[in-house]
């Protein structure tokens, strides 16, 4: 493909941009967003052509409405879609984040907020949601990698999860292989993945997510804090607070890159106020405090 100066985006390139992640075995879930956010980008051009200035007026678009790490997410869809049309020049830079330094808690899912969803799942007869919810917090597992969670897999407790390209392990407790079988057996499930929907196909993070909002209520957990992502995030810090071990974390995880798995060693704002009191550094006259 030669590259045109005055490049207007159409529907074919769409369809060609669509099958290049697949070739790339991109996951659904990524093809989805990565569509999605192309397709946003060409609504906004228009008929105009793609040029430097047009993406980074669409930058500043995407400032104005949203958090700078959604904004980011978008953009390096839309870099990735401009690479595809060999527009490589017109990529621009992402916003810069500073890094964390503390864990917010009124975004952080607790252990006891996490029983509560279980056992408000298991109150609406929903074995399948509750089971669900253990699994990912009780290995760290990705959604994407639950299809690998399969009937097969409960016999040797080892899920062997292979996606883009990487294979990894992931170790099912026995607790939870105890449970799955029966699960397993009462929905005459006999082979293949374990969390189907009634048409047999895997459920994806849609199912998930909405059902684990439809339990907030009355499980008394606020709705920013449900999130599948955060039951794994659970996983990760608890395992850190018992180990100390960020290095077999990463492993656990998936994480190739071990500043990846850090942000689950962050402690809070509170917690490290806490800390600092102990070092006993300011000197003052304990009879006037």
Known sequence: MEFTPDKIIDKTDMGRFENRLRSEEKSRATIEKYMRDAKAFAAFLGNAP??????????????????VASANSMLAAVNSFLRFLECADCVVRTFKIQKAVFRSRELELSRDEYVRLVEAA????????????????????????????????????????????KTRM??????????????AKSGGIQSGSIFITRGGRPMDRSNILHAMKALCKEAGVEEGKVFPHNLRHLFAVTYYNVEKDICHLADLLGHSNINTTRIYTLISCEMQEQRLGRLGLVLYDKNTA
């Open 50 to 67: 793609v040029t430097k200035e047009a993406v980074i007026r669409y930058k500043g678009h995407l400032a104005e409405r949203y958090a």
């Open 170 to 183: 992931v170790i099912l407790p026995m607790e939870l292989c105890r449970e799955l079988k029966r699960y």
């Open 122 to 165: 298991k109150r609406r007869g929903n074995l399948r949601l509750c089971l669900v919810m253990q699994t990912i917090c009780a290995t760290g597992i990705r959604i994407s990698e639950l299809p690998f969670v399969t009937v097969e897999a409960l016999y040797t407790r080892r899920a062997r999860v292979s996606l883009k390209g």
